[in-house]
């Protein structure tokens, strides 16, 4: 089994934008099925993305107060 890469934000944002575009043309409905399925996992893993900044801006933010 080939190992994941890690995705950035920047690249997976570029990616399910690109997604989206190949989608507002004309699929079967099994390519847009197939679309959307990959579009909600990369979509998941954007917001994992954001969660975890959030969480390190929270915790240095915090850290910040005690200086």
């Not at 989206?20 to 099994?30: A, C, I, K, P």
Request: aromatic share 2%; no cysteine; proline share 0%.
């Amino acid at each position: 089994m080939a190992a994941k890469k890690k995705l950035d934000f920047e690249t997976g944002l570029k990616e399910l934008e690109a997604l989206v575009e190949r989608m507002e043309g004309e699929m079967t409905l099994e390519e847009s099925l197939k679309a959307y399925e990959s579009g909600m996992k990369l979509h998941g893993q954007l917001l994992a993305l954001l969660d975890a900044g959030e969480k390190k801006l929270k915790i240095l933010s915090e850290d910040g107060k005690d200086v």
